[in-house]
């Protein structure tokens, strides 16, 4: 029996390869039902119909189910969950997934670009969590990860509304983690590195090896992240594995932040 045999799953951000949809896939392979949600309608459903033929591999019936959802609409956000229950009848699992990026320097981004970055990353995750709690509490409980990223907890060149952003998540995952412990629904976080997903295919591109090679270098593992491992961390804090684990803030990056980044300047005093 795998470790979400019985276990209903909502995802968001799950319309195009990456985190989210190696997550979903080794859910429903190991049992769950799931639902995933995003803007691209035909991503998602090509994603739907792929995790509906991993459940038949294992001779289930349909297991996953997309919906159409921006996040940072609450009322999209209330038809996923509605579309849930009324097809899967409960929520135990919540992995909000869905977020995006910008680039440029404080003077230089426009107002709205800023508040997009936390409507969709902040209040999204939000949103889903105020809506998922309560039909967790209705089971006994539940598990909500939180996708953040290293650059919630160090800062980027160019990157500071992501910055603040996934900052925002980290703390707001302690917050749910301390608030709703009573409820038995533990929340944790998982904070990427630099991962290799369709939004940064382009660093493969002959073009940018230069940048790919610089970002390696930083890497003590000496390779960028895939998403399935990223997804394989997800997937251990959704599970019992890590029932004693909640507000926790996990780091799979191959090493980035561990180091100063100062160059090795050891022969300079041998």
Sequence with gaps: ???????????????????????????VAEGARVVICGRGVEGGQAIERQLNGIAAQNGKGDSALFVPCDVAEF???????????AR????????????????GETPDVPIEEFKRMF???VYGTFYCCKLA???????????IVNNASISGIAADNGLHAYNAAKAAVINYTRALAVDHGK????????????????????????????????????????????AVDIANVVCFLASDQSAFMTGATIVVDGGMTISTALPDIRSAFS
């Excluded at 999209?76 to 579309?83: E, G, I, L, P, R």
């Excluded at 709690?133 to 598990?143: A, E, H, T």
């Excluded at 390696?216 to 895939?226: E, F, V």
Aim: charged share 20%.
């Design 1 to 27: 029996m795998g470790r979400f045999e019985g276990k209903v799953v909502v995802i968001t951000g799950v319309t195009r390869p990456g985190i989210g949809e190696a997550t979903a896939a080794q859910m």
């Design 119 to 121: 409507e969709v990353d």
């Design 88 to 103: 899967f009848g409960k929520v135990d699992i919540l992995f909000n997934n869905a977020g995006i990026g910008s680039f």
């Design 133 to 143: 709690i309560p039909l967790m509490r209705k089971v006994g409980g539940g598990v």
């Design 75 to 85: 009322d999209q956000v209330q038809t996923v969950f509605d579309k849930t229950v």
């Design 183 to 226: 409820d038995n629904i533990r929340a944790n976080a998982v904070c990427p590195g630099f991962v290799v997903a369709h939004n940064t295919q382009i660093m493969l591109e002959p073009q940018y090896a230069h940048i790919a090679d610089r970002i390696k270098a930083r890497i003590p593992l000496g390779r960028l992240g895939a």
